[in-house]
């Protein structure tokens, strides 16, 4: 077997469990017996269960489904791009809901970094912006991030009531209305 598929196996083990478990019930050994390798394998891709997780966000939630040339995300396509992004976590509700609240940071910290690259993209992409240093795009990308981030762990402790669409909107009135906050501070 590739060690692509073995890695992929262990990975898919551990979202298997997850249908059923939560994540500090989770033992390397189960993982392992259910991807039928030996522990040894298990961390010869992994250097514990965290970074296991990690894997397991990016390939069932973060990362859009396999396309033939990578997608860049652009002023015109962010919207149903970050719309897909919240798709994948509902269908993936029950591995989300067992894993976070005991990842140790890890969700946050993977997605908080994914979000703040493709906000950072936008910012540059607009001309109102452009005369703006790096770094502080980079950090208001970050910030923005962490915001989004908040709404979307909120969701998901509400059990994943609303639609994406709908959480799209409130990331986004929740940015309008920070910004005009800072607009109105400015002027007084």
Avoid: C
Avoid at 51 to 67: G, M, S, T, W
Avoid at 98 to 115: I, P
């Amino acid at each position: 077997m590739a060690a692509s598929e073995t890695k992929e196996r262990i990975a898919e083990s551990l979202a298997s469990l997850l249908d059923h478990n939560t994540f500090d019930k989770v033992t390397v050994r189960e993982i392992a017996d259910e991807a039928e390798v030996h522990r040894k394998t298990f961390y010869y891709y992994f250097a514990d269960k965290y970074e296991l997780l990690a894997f397991v966000y990016q390939k069932f939630i973060v990362e859009a489904p396999r396309r033939e040339k990578p997608v860049t995300i652009t002023l015109e396509n962010w919207r149903p791009e970050t719309i897909q992004l919240l798709e994948r976590i509902a269908d993936h509700s029950k591995l989300f809901l067992n894993a976070y609240s005991y990842d140790d940071g890890v969700w946050r910290q993977s997605t908080n970094e994914f979000v703040a690259a493709r906000l950072s993209i936008l910012l540059h992409a607009m001309p109102e912006y452009r005369y703006l240093k790096e770094d502080v795009i980079d950090t208001s990308a970050e910030f923005v991030a962490a915001g989004a981030m908040g709404i979307i762990n909120k969701w998901a402790n509400d059990g994943f009531k609303a639609t994406p669409r709908t959480v799209l909107d409130q990331i986004t009135t929740a940015n309008r209305l920070f910004n005009g906050i800072l607009d109105r501070w400015k002027l007084s």
